[in-house]
């Protein structure tokens, strides 16, 4: 017998800006997975969408930010009750001339550099590409 899962195609954008600080933004209480948390801007894909258009249209619904560079530095799987996320991460550049404008389900934004990560909760997969991003740039 088959268990049946639902497949969750997502993305991770990891945002530099120009003096290497990472763009991290705080989840809502209220959300379903990792409320409270902090994480980098991302969401689903959705039906017959590209991953590069998703990766532009969340980056911009979240932030109000434009992705203008980005390349695809990995992957995660992960599992939340009954639904399994497979996740594209993203380094990203965004046009430097526009605010940021965070949507309802985000309450506070940070540029943060390695050493600060240490302030902020994040979920183990995100906190780990972090990491590795700020390792290797």
């Given at each position: 017998?088959?268990?049946k899962?639902?497949?969750v195609y997502c993305?991770g954008a990891?945002i530099?800006?120009d ?5 991290i933004v705080r ?13 980098v801007p991302g969401?689903?894909?959705?039906k017959d ?8 249209r969340?980056v911009?619904?979240e932030?109000?930010?434009l992705?203008?560079r980005y ?6 799987v992960?599992?939340?009750?009954d ?5 594209a991460h993203?380094l ?12 309802k389900?985000l309450?506070?934004?940070r540029?943060i550099i390695?050493k ?5 909760q ?14 290797h740039?």
């Amino acid at each position: 017998m088959y268990e049946k899962y639902l497949i969750v195609y997502c993305l991770g954008a990891f945002i530099l800006d120009d003096n290497g600080r990472m763009l991290i933004v705080r989840k809502s209480e209220r959300e379903a997975i990792d409320p409270g948390l902090w994480v980098v801007p991302g969401g689903k894909v959705k039906k017959d969408e590209g991953v590069i258009a998703a990766l532009k249209r969340e980056v911009n619904e979240e932030t109000g930010l434009l992705v203008v560079r980005y390349e695809w530095i990995g992957e995660d799987v992960f599992k939340v009750e009954d639904k399994f996320f497979h996740a594209a991460h993203f380094l990203c550049k965004v046009k430097s001339d526009k605010r940021i404008k965070l949507e309802k389900s985000l309450t506070e934004y940070r540029w943060i550099i390695k050493k600060e990560m240490r302030h902020y909760q994040f979920p183990v997969n995100i906190k780990k590409e972090i990491l590795n991003v700020f390792n290797h740039v």
